[in-house]
């Protein structure tokens, strides 16, 4: 069974402060993608990466894709209270970014003002 | 477009009785997909559609679970009977082949008592 790790699960940061949250797995997905879900509501789709090695920015987000394509990370630079949301991470496995996605339990992030 | 739409947003119902979940996708989008998203298991993809068929129900937990899409403007999840452990939130996202980004609906938060 293919897992997605999440890290950290929680983090509370002052406004203006820069982070980093990580996702992991032992096996190797064909394209990975990071969502955003606010409180009461869907996730919504930040970017997708699919080449080993892939680094997207996204305004003050940075998101790589590890080389062997089994983990990525998030970066937030200056962090603002609407970055506050639960990440996700979903990898595919198989041809298409919707075959056989799973998820990651998430980050919980909150940036105090 | 209104996105994708769900209803009810909210179902509390008592054990044993049916319980169906609706999903509007969006207009033109040929993928439809239900997932399920609690604390301890997380956003778990139960089952997607392409082109109104089902292509992967294999994250469904049990015959008591089935979907249905009669049309590509309409989409039901039901569970019967119903259990307290099916409480949860569901979410219906919608997507393009051609563009491999889901959109998710607002969710439906069921609690079985």
């Known amino acids: 069974t293919q897992l997605l790790e999440q890290s950290p699960q929680f983090l509370s940061i002052q406004e203006g402060e820069n982070l980093t949250v990580y996702c992991n797995s032992s096996?190797?997905?064909?394209?990975l993608q990071w969502y955003r879900q606010e409180p009461g509501e869907g996730p919504v789709l930040l970017v997708t990466v699919v080449t080993g090695g892939e680094v997207k920015k996204l305004k003050r987000l940075t998101f790589q894709f590890g080389d062997a394509r089994k983990d990525s990370s998030l970066h937030i630079t200056a962090a603002q209270p609407g970055d506050t949301g639960l990440y996700l991470c979903?990898?595919?496995?198989?041809?298409?970014?919707?075959?056989?996605?799973?998820f990651g339990p998430g980050t919980s992030l909150s940036v105090i003002p | 477009d209104a996105g994708v739409i769900q209803s009810p947003r909210h179902e509390v119902t008592e054990m044993g009785q049916e319980v169906t979940l609706r999903c509007k996708p969006i207009s033109g989008h040929d993928y439809l997909f239900w997932y399920r998203q609690t604390m301890m298991r997380g956003l778990e993809l139960l089952i997607y559609f392409n082109n109104n068929v089902p292509i992967d129900d294999s994250g469904m937990p049990e015959d008591r679970f089935s979907a249905k899409m009669p049309n590509a403007s309409f989409s039901t999840l039901k569970i019967q009977p119903s259990e307290p452990r099916d409480s949860a939130v569901y979410f219906c996202?919608?997507?393009?082949?051609?563009?491999?980004?889901?959109?998710f609906g607002p969710g439906t938060r069921l609690l079985v008592l």
């Open positions: 096996s190797v997905f064909s394209s």
């Open positions: 979903a990898g595919a496995p198989g041809k298409t970014s919707y075959d056989k996605v799973i």
């Open positions: 996202a919608s997507g393009s082949g051609r563009r491999e980004t889901q959109y």
